[in-house]
């Protein structure tokens, strides 16, 4: 078919027309995005998050013995703690502006009772009796605290890397050696500056240094400073290869006659801990698993740190997983040296260790071997959790009546929690602890015990 000139020409406009169209409507794009608003700091305020959560817990604490010698409750068997107190963490991070992010989160612990020692004073942390007044309860380390608890800037200049300065939480691996002790209502905040680097493949990095502690009794060490370096190397998705070094320049951090016996109060406590970890869950379907753990670490004097400083830490275990269910078995030793000093891990969630109940947070001068079996199961919202510890120590220990002994007990712990929904958790457990050879340890004897604790937690 022939085309006219005319037909031509009106075809020839109008692709010139809609070029041009097409021209304008790109530079009005441009136009248009050179003129959208730019982001401004108070954009990355609203586009934070928060670090907000209310935690109400009741403890309650039955444990066997007098009140501390030396009070009027000496000869008294001691009463059962009713611990109600309420935490409320309120805080905000902001988005990255020009790669810095800046955060803040202050804390308020309140007591709705007083039925219960809380702990609190300039005494040790291990001193039988913290609250004169309350010295005939058994103690409950939840005290009144309003406080600043995270205060930090975030920087992310460099690819890989993001440096944090100020007030701020830090749990490595298990927590075992570094950890926010967050089961508590107070817990433990560290100041200074840190490093994570994930420059090298599949490797994360972290290293730090921290000037001072605040500790889960409201006190505040300045007296010294921690350097921490932690590097994993990451074998699959779910295992790891860890090896760090924490080097402790605290010469008092309240543990004085916990770690070296009656009359030590002053015994200088730097130390430094070297060690390695392999852990992990290994799938050899999507229902079977194994779990693993082997780890080793020696701790010397540092600094200036009493010579009697100079043990070490193993743990062997594993298990499997079917579908929901997970059990396993493992044995944890912290060595004694010859009775004069044990391993000690200071800046952990010890709570998480050696049972609930808490009679081990600071390690016997004999030692520990304590051999356990953990089992858990996920039902839905339900995780169900049980675990029973034969604790027995490393070298033998002086006990009641005369003669030596290396049993200190066994323990039993259990919980359920409910998750309601993303935001509302509930949770109760039990923990039971029963002495078997009656250790000897003045004020600080272990005894049979008992605690119950309901937690319910709203986090934003």
């Not at 169900?384 to 005369?402: E, T």
Request: proline letters at 3%.
């Amino acid at each position: 078919m022939k085309i006219n000139s005319t037909f031509k020409l009106n075809l020839m406009m109008a692709c010139t027309t809609l070029a041009l169209a097409s021209m304008a409507q790109n530079a009005y794009a441009e136009e248009e995005a050179v003129a959208e608003p730019e982001y401004t700091f108070l954009d990355s305020i609203k586009e934070g998050k928060p670090m907000t959560s209310f935690r109400l817990r009741y403890e309650n604490v039955q444990q066997d013995g007098n009140g501390p010698a030396g009070t009027p409750f000496a000869t008294k068997p001691l009463e059962d703690a009713n611990a109600f107190t309420l935490r409320s963490l309120i805080g905000w991070q902001t988005s990255p502006f020009h790669n810095f992010s800046f955060a803040a989160q202050i804390i308020n612990v309140t007591k709705l009772n007083d039925n219960y020692n809380d702990g609190t004073s300039f005494t040790p942390i291990n001193a039988a009796s913290n609250q004169p007044d309350n010295s005939g309860y058994a103690k409950v380390v939840d005290p009144d605290q309003t406080n600043i608890n995270q205060a930090y800037i975030d920087w992310t200049g460099i690819k890989n890397t993001k440096f944090r300065l100020g007030r701020q939480q830090t749990n490595l691996d298990n927590v075992r050696f570094i950890g926010d002790i967050g089961f508590r209502q107070v817990m433990q905040v560290f100041d200074g500056v840190s490093v994570t680097n994930k420059s090298i493949p599949d490797t994360s990095v972290y290293a730090a240094h921290f000037e001072s502690v605040n500790q889960i009794n409201t006190r505040y060490r300045t007296a010294g400073a921690l350097d921490i370096v932690n590097a994993k190397y990451s074998i699959s998705g779910t295992e790891g290869l860890t090896g760090y070094g924490y080097f402790s320049k605290f010469d008092d951090l309240g543990f004085g006659n916990a770690w070296f016996g009656a009359g030590n109060p002053s015994a200088n406590q730097s130390n430094k801990t070297l060690g390695l970890r392999l852990d992990g869950t290994h799938p050899f379907s999507p229902n079977f698993r194994a779990a693993y753990t082997a780890e080793y670490a020696k701790q010397t004097d540092y600094s200036g740190g009493d010579s009697r400083i100079d043990a070490h830490y193993l743990k062997l275990g594993g298990g499997v997983g079917f579908d929901a269910f997970n059990i396993r078995l493992d044995q944890e030793t912290l060595s004694s040296n010859n009775g004069k000093f044990a391993f000690q891990t200071p800046f952990g969630t010890n709570h998480l260790f050696q049972g609930w109940v808490d009679k081990f947070l600071a390690t016997p001068r004999q030692g520990i071997k304590d051999t356990f079996v953990t089992a858990t199961y996920r039902l839905d919202d339900f995780l169900f959790f049980a675990d029973y510890h034969v604790i027995n120590s490393d070298v033998d220990f002086a006990k009641v009546g005369g003669g030596t002994g290396d049993k200190y007990g066994k323990e039993w712990n259990a919980a359920v929690t409910y998750n309601v929904n993303s935001n509302i958790m509930t949770k109760l457990e039990y923990g039971k602890f029963t002495e078997s050879d009656q250790y000897v340890a003045t004020a600080s004897r272990i005894r049979d015990t008992e605690k119950l604790w309901l937690t319910a937690m709203y986090t934003f």
